[in-house]
């Protein structure tokens, strides 16, 4: 499907087939996730039975949904619940919390791979031609823009864009500003206060006149800065979607006059000068991404960690400050040491001016029955400051 997501377009589209009534159809297939077309696609509806509907998912055989749309639902809630079965163990215990998380990124993989097997084809103009459906006309162009073409796509995907939209329509509270952020589709969400905390109280290095947001997102950490009264800020992203997601944010704000957005893989270009001060969180798990919307999550070889650490003396001023923002997370689960860590820092040309800490507060510290729970349990939450050695 040739649609325009964000600014970026995507290529040709990949199709599927299949038969009904006697004769043979093509649609279109969309991914954001980039996950292959299906090869074998059969009609359903309300009469299937969620254990055939699971062995043919297993099978390699995805559904085209031909009934009612709410009934499509309950048919996946069904699967799910026979996907995460109480008691069900994985073929092999893990021997340690390594092992554990891994065997725990599969199990997900598995998972969305499944749920990801009944389909929903969307019309044009974005409708959905099934009983009880809704109106999906707005979260999808919310997603992926405007198009003149049908598709057919995950009934997965479809809730999850619509479940993103009223995300972005009801905004999240950010303490620190007093104001809402409006994530987008595919842009990271600030949903985790406490690091946000850290960039709101660390003290600020003097003076601070230029401040570089690096992989800004939805730009929540710029706008943090621009509140705490820091008159320039370049926040920089090089994904569409967190580029439009940040302008309208500071936009909305009424901060364009403070924070200018713009298109780079990490650092500015070398004319916007040396920062007093250089934020950045990167992905905190230096794995590869299974998917395009992980990105956020995961960062392969830990590239964009020691692209930060690696250019951040270059960019800043003889008195400026680098703000690391990072969860041990990735320490307790055996992907990273605290060693590394710093010698990347070390070997960088840069100094550890202080380390401020924070207990991670979010829900799945809580879940004893989250096989990665001992690790979250003992994760906390950094503001490394970083200067010139």
Known sequence: MNTTTGNATQTAPETISWLEAGK?????????????????VQIADDTIKADVAHKLFCEGTALLWRGDFQ??????QAITRRIDRPGKKPKKAADNITDAFHQHRQ??????????MLLIEISLGYHVNLRRAPDVKAACEHAYGKTAQSFVVSLRELLGLVGAYEWSKNGVEIAAIN?????????????????????????????????FDIGTGTGVLAAILAHRGIKKIIATDNSPRALECAQRNINQLDMKNSVTVVNADLF?????????????????????????????????SSKMLKGYLNG????????????????????????RTRDELQNWIATAGLKVIDKIDTKATHQKTLDASDPLHAARKA?????WRLGKA
Request: contains cysteine.
């Open 179 to 211: 104001h809402k952020i409006h994530p987008s589709y595919g842009v990271f969400s600030p949903i985790r206060g406490e690091y946000l905390s850290l960039v709101d109280t660390a003290p600020l290095p003097v003076p601070c006149n230029l401040a």
């Open 268 to 300: 500015p270009s070398e004319e916007n000068g040396k920062a007093d001060l250089i934020v950045c969180n990167p992905p905190w798990l230096p794995a590869r991404p299974s998917s395009v919307l992980e990105s956020a999550v995961y960062d392969d």
């Open 107 to 116: 199990a997900q993989s598995h998972k969305a791979r499944i749920l990801g």
């Open 312 to 335: 951040l003396k270059a960019h800043l001023s003889d008195a400026g400050e680098g703000w690391l923002i990072l969860s041990d997370f990735a320490e307790h689960l055996g992907l």
């Open 24 to 40: 043979t159809k093509t649609a279109n297939w969309h991914s954001e996730n980039e996950t292959p077309a299906p090869k074998r």
């Open 379 to 383: 994760e906390v939450t950094s503001l």
């Open 71 to 76: 009934n499509a639902k309950l048919l996946m």
